[in-house]
Every structure is written in C-alpha cells, then in structure tokens.
C-alpha cells in the first residue's frame, strides 16, 4: 500500500512538472511571437493603429538617410502614403531597413506585414509572396559622362562596363552587339572604369543609376531603357491576407490614376 501510494505521488509529481513545462513552452512561444512577427491581418492592423513596412536605407533615391539620419526617399513616401490611407496617419507607420537578400525572407517570416524594397515582380517569386499592382517600371538603363554619347547608337562599338553574371548582359548584347563589355564586380568598380576611360558607359538599373547621377553630377542617364521590370509591394500570400493586398492594390491604382506616383517620382528624379 505504501509503494503504490509512493508511486502514486510521484506519477502526480511528474505530471504537475510536465503540465508546468508546457504551460511555460506555450507562454515562452506566444511572447517570441511577439517580438520576431509583425505581420497581421487588415482587421488586426487597423486595430493596433500602425503598418510594420520593410525598406532599403542605403539606396538613393528610393530610400536612404538624408544628413540629419532622417529616412527619406520614393518608397519612403509610398510607405507614409499607404500608411494615411490603410491606418489614417501617414506617420503610423514603423520602418524597418533590410538587406537585399531579406527582402523576401522579413515577409515570408511574418516580421512585417508588407515590403518597399526594390522588389522586382518575377514569376518565381510569385510562388512564394504576393505582389501587388506595380507602382513603378525599373529596367535597364546606360549612364555616361561622355559629351559625344547623345544617345544608344553612338554606343555601337564603345566600351561599356556591366556588372559581372547580371542580367544586363543579355540586355545590352541584344541592342549593342558589337559594344564591347567590361566585366566588374560593383558600382564603384564601374565608375573606376570610366573615369580612368577604361569604358565610357556603365549599365544598370535606372532606379541605383538615378541615384548615381544625383551623388556624381558630371554623369547622365541615356533616356533609352533596355528593359521593363515592375517593381510591387511584397505581401504575405494566404487567404487572411486578402483584405489587406485588396488595400494596398486599391490604393496604388488611386495614386496612378491621380498621377501621385508620377508626381513623386519625377520628384526624387527617375526617369
């Protein structure tokens, strides 16, 4: 009787503990939630007043920070627009900066609800986020600070530096076929290039090239693109997301329709 009895306390001892652990798993688990996921449900933003947005904080003139460390930019003025609109305050909106390659991976983890960044709109990419509406057309573009290079053709046979294993390759050879290309490895290996007149051109996107011209303004865009890409917001997929991409799709085809995202861009100097 006194071994069962024995038996008996300690099976209600371990049940206590394990009831105990999980109990604190649980609550360990709801408090990390907290802290490592943002993303919420259109209901749930509205709710606690404010938009989680990823952004890029070293990119001008999209988004980077001015001389006060203020962040600033095309994508930072959507962000603060979609914010007035979706939560009724353009400032009620938390910025959060990422690297390039986690543009996707903040969104997929659910640690914003939605991303500003420069995001090109490709099919592969579409399998695992959502896109919405484009609020901008990227492509190609050639910067140069040759005077005597007016536009494409008189870059036919001339040197013209595009980044190593980039898709611009592809882009310049079709129109330029007989330019010869320069590989390098950065933006600032390319501007080496054609200040030490090693290429006279340098191929890029028009969104880093425009914030080229504007740091180095003896350089010039070409008003020819190469190439079309859209650049969306990135949200999560999943039908609780719904309402929310509804939102942001409604309101970028507003600001196209009344020529505000035209007005910014021209503001921030794309072409």
């Known amino acids: 009787m006194h071994n069962r009895c024995n038996r008996w306390q300690v099976i209600t001892r371990l049940h206590l503990v394990l009831s105990a652990t999980i109990f604190w798993i649980c609550c360990f688990s709801i408090v990390g939630i907290g802290f490592t996921a943002s993303a919420a449900e259109m209901s749930e933003i509205q709710q606690r007043g404010y938009l989680t947005v990823a952004i890029k904080d070293n990119l001008r003139p999209l988004g980077f920070k001015d001389a006060s460390g203020n ?52 099919e592969s990419r579409s399998r695992i986020v959502s896109f919405s509406v484009p609020y901008y057309l990227d492509g190609t573009v050639l910067v140069t600070k ?21 898709s611009t390759i592809a882009k310049v050879r079709f129109y330029l076929p007989n330019a010869e290309l320069v590989g390098v490895n950065s933006y600032d290996e390319a501007r080496e290039q054609i200040e030490s007149n090693a290429a006279v051109a340098f191929a890029a996107d028009a969104t880093v090239l425009s914030g080229w011209v504007q740091q180095y303004p003896q350089y010039r865009l070409l008003p020819t693109k190469l190439s079309t890409e859209p650049l969306s917001v990135v949200t999560p997929k999943g039908l609780q997301y719904d309402k929310l991409r509804r939102n942001v799709n409604q309101a970028i085809a507003r600001y196209l329709e009344q020529g505000w995202l035209q007005q910014r861009s021209e503001y921030w100097g794309l072409p």
Do not use: H, M, Y
Not at 105 to 111: E, F, G, T, Y
Not at 146 to 159: F, G, I, T, Y
């Open 146 to 166: 040759d005077a005597s290079v007016q536009q494409l053709s008189d870059l036919a046979k001339q040197k013209i530096a595009v980044l190593n294993n980039s």
């Open 71 to 122: 962040l600033q930019g095309f994508e930072i003025d959507l962000a603060q627009r979609l914010a007035l609109d979706l939560v009724g305050k353009a400032d009620a909106v938390k910025l959060k900066p990422v690297a390039n390659r986690d543009r996707l991976s903040v969104v997929l983890d659910k640690k914003v609800d939605f991303a500003i960044a420069r995001v090109t709109a490709t």
